[in-house]
């Protein structure tokens, strides 16, 4: 199979890709902020908002998913490789899941609405305890190293079908 994936496929799956990427760099950096930072109130809001709209990128993705017939394989991979491409894929599904539920969760724990940038509000769904609170953002931030090791491991996929067995897996993406 020498076509393409189609132009919607890769935009949702390259625009996904450096939100994903973003969101974990503003999360690993603005835990280390301290109260006198610029950045102090503006990067957490700006987090929250990529946040949403990654929520609604991955709906997007999840719709088409049921919609759509997966592409197929290239015939030059190996059953193992399919095998693991099927899930690790799965696994992107679900942590992302994850880290949108739990993320939007932990945003809204207080049980009041946000207001982002005084324009956009999330509506709250309960009000969670400190407990509660504690043990999403364990959950979030796990979720977020695990999806970075996957992120790495399908980069290096990607390159090894490129330069080693060189075939048109890497290309079907661009």
């Known amino acids: 199979m020498n076509r393409k994936h189609p ?3 890769r935009l949702l799956h390259w625009l996904t890709a450096l939100l994903i990427i973003g969101l974990f760099s503003s999360g690993w950096y603005m835990v280390e902020l301290d109260y006198y930072s610029s950045w102090y109130q503006t990067l957490p ?3 929250i908002f990529s946040g949403v709209v990654l929520m609604l990128l991955w709906l997007w993705v999840l719709l088409r998913l049921f919609k759509t017939k997966s592409t197929d394989f290239n ?4 059953p193992i490789e ?9 696994l ?9 539920i739990t993320g939007y969760l932990m945003a809204t724990a207080q049980g009041d609405s946000l207001l ?8 709250s769904i309960s009000h969670f305890s400190s407990d509660q609170i504690d043990t999403m ?14 992120v790495f ?3 290096l996929g990607a390159l090894k079908h490129h330069f080693i067995d060189k075939d048109n897996t890497l290309k079907r993406m661009l």
Do not use: C, N
């Open 82 to 90: 399919q095998f693991t491409a099927k899930w690790v894929k799965r």
């Open 92 to 100: 992107f599904y679900l942590l992302v899941l994850v880290m949108v």
């Open 137 to 150: 953002g364990w959950i979030h931030e796990y979720a977020s190293y695990s999806l970075m090791v996957l």
């Open 116 to 123: 982002l940038f005084e324009t956009l509000k999330l509506p």
């Open 7 to 9: 132009l919607v496929t």
């Open 75 to 78: 015939d030059s991979h190996k």
């Open 45 to 47: 809001e700006l987090h």
């Open 153 to 155: 491991f399908h980069a």
